[in-house]
C-alpha cells in the first residue's frame, strides 16, 4: 500500500485526481475519511492518507527534520538545574545555556544539522529570516515570527498546519518546551515568513 503525506492546499478530491483514483476508491483505501463523494472530513498538512498500491515518485514524504522535530515534543525547561537536551540544542549554535537561554532557533538548527540539512548555525530566530530559499507554506517548512516580547529577536518553528487566521508550529521554546501550538498569521514576519532550508 503506497502513501501520501497531506500538504498545504489539498483536499480529498485533489488527492484522488493526483493519483487517478475515484472519490469510490479513494473512499475505500481510507475508510470513515468520507461519508460520500461529496462529504468528508477536514483533512491537514502531515495526515497520512492511502492512495493504493501504485508507488510514485510525486507523493512526499515527511521531512526528516520533521520527523526529528516530532520526536522532541514535550522536551522542557527544568525547574532546577537544566535540561540536557535543550543544553544540546543550544550547543549546536555554540550557546552554553542555561536552558532559560531562548532556544527556539537552537532547536531548529538541532533538527536541521541531526538530519544532515543545511542549517543556519545560529541561535538567533532574526538570523534566519533571510535564510533558505522562499516557499508557499509546505508542511515541514520554517516559519518566522516577529518578536513576540520585547528585546527578543522573534520566533521559529516548523510548519504543523495553517487554520484560518492561526498557524500552528512544532517549535522549541514555545511555552518553555517542544510543542505545537498555534500563533496569529498577524505575528508573522513581513516578505516571506516561509522558507525551505535548501
Same mark, same amino acid.
Given at each position: ?59 512526499? &514524504?515527511?521531512? !526528516? ?5 516530532? *520526536?522532541? @515534543? $514535550? ?5 532546577? %538545574? #537544566? ?60 516559519? &518566522?515570527?516577529? !518578536? ?5 529577536? *522573534?520566533? @521559529? $518553528? ?5 487554520? %484560518? #487566521? ?33
Amino acid at each position: 500500500m503506497s502513501s501520501y503525506v497531506v500538504q498545504s492546499g489539498d483536499t480529498p478530491s485533489k488527492i484522488a485526481a493526483k493519483f487517478g483514483l475515484s472519490m469510490t476508491a479513494f473512499m475505500q483505501l481510507n475508510p470513515g475519511l468520507c461519508w460520500s463523494p461529496t462529504q468528508c472530513q477536514l483533512i491537514f498538512p502531515g495526515q497520512v492518507l492511502q492512495v493504493g498500491e501504485m508507488v510514485t515518485a510525486a507523493a512526499p &514524504l515527511t521531512p !526528516p527534520w520533521m520527523q526529528a522535530a516530532i *520526536g522532541e @515534543i $514535550g522536551v522542557s525547561e527544568w525547574p532546577h %538545574g #537544566d535540561n540536557p537536551r535543550i543544553l544540546a540544542y543550544l550547543a549546536s549554535v555554540n550557546i552554553q545555556g542555561p536552558d532559560e537561554t531562548s532556544w527556539c532557533a537552537a532547536f531548529t538548527n538541532w533538527c536541521l544539522k541531526m538530519t544532515g540539512y543545511p542549517h543556519r548555525g545560529s541561535g538567533r530566530a532574526a538570523d534566519w529570516f533571510d535564510w533558505g530559499r522562499p516557499v508557499a507554506p509546505y508542511y515541514g517548512c520554517l516559519v &518566522l515570527l516577529q !518578536p513576540l516580547a520585547a528585546g527578543s529577536s *522573534g520566533h @521559529i $518553528g516548523f510548519l504543523h498546519a495553517l487554520q %484560518g #487566521d492561526r498557524v500552528w508550529l512544532l517549535s522549541g521554546n514555545s511555552g518553555n518546551q517542544v510543542r505545537i501550538a498555534s500563533y496569529p498569521q498577524s505575528k508573522l514576519i513581513a516578505g516571506v515568513p516561509f522558507r525551505w532550508p535548501f
